[in-house]
């Protein structure tokens, strides 16, 4: 990544006094935007690393005199309250985030294929129809959710919280896969079409492959809108289905809690995100900048 | 678009396979379109079963006068709807001025600033639950770590966070800032890498520098991107159940709650499913000028581009 800065060689004489404001002014920005974006993940680790569970507490060191990795193993064999179905709600939580990823790449790209490449009629008003999701918060739309749950038999059940989240991850991901999709010409799909392949062929072999980063992007997002979710989780799972979202959600304020051990817990549930967009870090990067470059 | 199809589609070499009139349009158009059709078929499910069926259900609960009457006689209700109105208010423009300014720190040519950025990201990457659980912790009361440290370093004894209703929202703020002024700073990153570099060389030479640069260059070319997103986070600091819910838990007494959170109460601790749909539907009137706002921007960028 090559940032190109103007102006930085055409300082003259009279600024320099100013420039040692900046740069001093800048260093202590840098330094307070780090203790404050680390500050809360601090306290996680103070906490996970404190040999005895149930402490919060803050006795001014700080660094923990004894950081102990108890927290972490009663995590890890699953001996600690609360805990105990640990892996099995990891497990959950993976089920939901991998299910919502895969469904609304599916949902989203064969429907963004057939409004931008297919040419149908109407698409337009089929993409604004799908943002019009975001105008009700999905928050908002909790009560009937859990009504109607119950009513498709889906009560209790990993299901509805996979399709509450692909219904409020596609439409970011139509609108996604439409700008990306203007990147790759038409005329790659009339060749096809004289070849006699069908819609069918010009999605599976041209569009999906030079979809290809787009569709991480987007898959990613779905990953993360339902590794963040609490709400849904917390309403239409209960107990045989808890996620880790839930456990760590309901029991923060009960006094009893083995407090280092729910929070090396977190630190494992904060882990695969992390490591899932360093990983595809470029494909995120080049996104980013394209939908910028389409916003201005 | 079509233009090119039709030069394509019309072109004599492509009649060369067939009797020599144009291949014809319409049979392909027609095969195209039910394939197009039933391509769009599954989402087209998915948007009446999970989003047209609910938002009619929950027009359908709340389509009750008595239950907005019931809504003001509830000595909670506005409150609420005043710590609504601060936390959006505040928390979004907060967040989205500070990331603009700071994607423009961001982009200074320094080695370390370029680290920073990682240890900057990270609020955005932790998992929401686990960010505001300690953000709770940290400020509990005096065992947290927040006035731990207070006393540490300083010696003065902070306050109780969540034993007063401002500082309580005000925490539920200063939570949503630390989440989200990441992500946005990125997006403002990649709109202001757009900028070519000539307008900020003409701008120079013309004496706009600093402060002045960023008011007449800067600012005006990410206007339509900085609206676009505000609205964006508008509409998602109004529908923020998880921060208000687990940062200051409405503490103290439910006083600290939002629309969300109380509507969230009323049909779950409650059991008034009406009652906490009208709640939250109450910001209907804040809702839809955004997102109409919010269409017709993202429509003129479609045809700009």
């Known amino acids: 990544m090559s940032i190109a800065l103007s102006g930085g060689q055409a300082v003259r004489p009279r600024r320099k006094s100013l420039n040692i404001w900046v740069e001093g002014g800048s260093a202590l920005l840098g330094i307070a935007l780090l203790i404050w974006s680390l500050l809360p993940v601090y306290n996680i680790f103070l906490v996970a690393l404190d040999p005895d569970e149930g402490e919060i507490e803050f006795d001014g060191n700080l660094w923990p005199p004894q950081p102990s990795l108890e927290g972490f193993r009663s995590v890890v064999t699953q001996q600690a309250r609360y805990l105990e179905d640990f892996w099995h709600q990891f497990g959950n939580s993976i089920e939901i985030g991998l299910a ?85 010409p038409v005329e790659l799909d009339d060749a096809a079409r004289v070849d006699g392949a069908t819609a069918l062929h010009m999605y599976a072999r041209i569009y999906i492959p030079l979809m290809t980063p787009a569709l991480a992007v987007v898959a990613i997002y779905a990953l993360l809108l339902a590794w963040n979710d609490y709400l849904y989780q917390a309403v239409l799972l209960s107990t045989k289905h808890m996620t880790v979202s839930v456990t760590q959600g309901q029991l923060f304020e009960d006094v009893d809690a083995p407090y280092n051990a729910m929070m090396a817990a977190a630190v494992i549930y904060v882990l695969p995100p992390i490591a899932l967009l360093l990983a595809f870090r470029r494909y995120v990067l080049a996104s980013l900048f394209m939908s910028g470059d389409g916003r201005t | 678009m079509s233009g090119t199809q039709e030069v394509l589609v019309g072109a004599p070499r492509f009649s060369v396979k067939g009797t020599g009139r144009p291949p014809e349009h319409r049979p392909l158009r027609t095969v195209e379109t039910r394939w197009a059709l039933a391509f769009v078929a599954p989402y087209a499910a998915v948007f009446i079963a999970f989003v047209v069926y609910p938002v009619a259900y929950a027009l359908w609960l709340a389509a009750r006068p008595s239950l907005f009457a019931e809504l003001v006689s509830d000595p909670l209700y506005l409150p609420t709807v005043i710590n609504t109105l601060f936390f959006v208010g505040v928390g979004v423009n907060v967040t989205m001025f500070g990331a603009l300014l700071l994607s423009g720190f961001f982009l200074r040519p320094r080695w370390w600033i370029r680290l920073l950025l990682a240890p900057y990201l990270l609020p955005w990457l932790i998992a929401t639950v686990q960010g505001c659980v300690s953000f709770h912790w940290m400020l509990i009361d005096q065992r947290g770590f927040l006035d731990g440290l207070l006393f540490a370093l300083f010696g003065i004894d902070g306050p109780l966070w969540f034993n007063h209703r401002s500082l309580a929202v005000g925490a539920n703020i200063v939570a949503f800032i630390w989440k989200w002024m990441p992500f946005w700073t990125v997006i403002f990153i990649a709109g202001r890498m757009t900028i070519p570099r000539e307008i900020h060389d003409a701008a120079a030479v013309d004496g706009a520098i600093g402060v002045r640069r960023f008011a007449h260059v800067t600012f005006p070319l990410l206007a339509n991107l900085y609206l676009i997103c505000t609205l964006l986070t508008t509409l998602w600091a109004l529908g923020d159940f998880t921060t208000a819910y687990l940062v200051s838990g409405g503490a103290p007494a439910l006083s600290s709650d939002v629309l969300a959170t109380l509507g969230f109460r009323y049909a779950f601790d409650t059991a008034k499913p009406g009652l906490g749909v009208a709640a939250m539907l109450s910001s209907l009137p804040v809702l839809i000028p955004i997102v109409i706002v919010l269409m017709r921007r993202l429509q003129i960028r479609e045809v700009q581009l």
Do not use: K
């Open chain 1, 100 to 184: 919502t990823a895969v469904l609304t790449v599916l949902v989203g790209s064969l429907a963004s294929f057939a409004v931008s490449r297919l040419r149908l009629s109407r698409g337009p008003l089929l993409i604004n129809a799908a943002l019009v999701t975001y105008a009700i918060p999905a928050s908002f739309l909790i009560v009937p959710y859990y009504r109607i749950m119950h009513a498709y038999g889906l009560a209790d059940n990993l299901w509805a919280v996979i399709a509450a989240q692909v219904t409020f991850a596609t439409p970011f991901a139509i609108l996604i896969l439409q700008l990306y999709a203007r990147l790759i």
